[in-house]
């Protein structure tokens, strides 16, 4: 049964934009935080931010004033808007609650960041 997916990765351009989104069944969406997750080729997952129920949003010091996380609460969806791209920012992007669940991990959503 999938819960979360994720969508929107792609190859792009240091210093380019992508948005992701996470779809997300509406019993994961409503009770929880969320958070957007990565992990690079050799590195442990990372949480890069999370937004609350009531819109707090929070970020790892490495994407704060480039990446901006948002919810449309109607359509139970998180994204990603990720600006100013760059090459560390490639890796496998996953959404997830916070503390993550095991068993909603995803398949993610590659991003490639190319110098």
């Known amino acids: 049964q999938v819960q979360l997916v994720e969508s929107g990765g792609g190859l792009v351009q240091a210093g380019g934009s992508l948005r992701l989104s996470c779809a997300a069944s509406?019993?994961?969406?409503?009770?929880?935080?969320m958070g957007w997750y990565r992990q690079a080729p050799g590195k442990q997952r990372e949480l890069v931010a999370k937004?609350?129920?009531?819109?707090?949003?929070n970020y790892v010091d490495s994407v704060k004033g480039r990446f901006t996380i948002s919810k449309d609460n109607a359509k139970s969806t998180v994204y990603l808007q990720m600006n100013s791209l760059k090459p560390e920012d490639t890796a496998v992007y996953y959404c997830?609650?916070?503390?993550?669940?095991?068993?909603?991990w995803g398949q993610g959503t590659q991003i490639t960041v190319s110098s």
């Open positions: 997830n609650t916070i503390p993550y669940e095991r068993s909603y």
């Open positions: 509406r019993s994961i969406f409503s009770r929880n935080t």
């Open positions: 937004i609350t129920g009531s819109g707090f949003t």
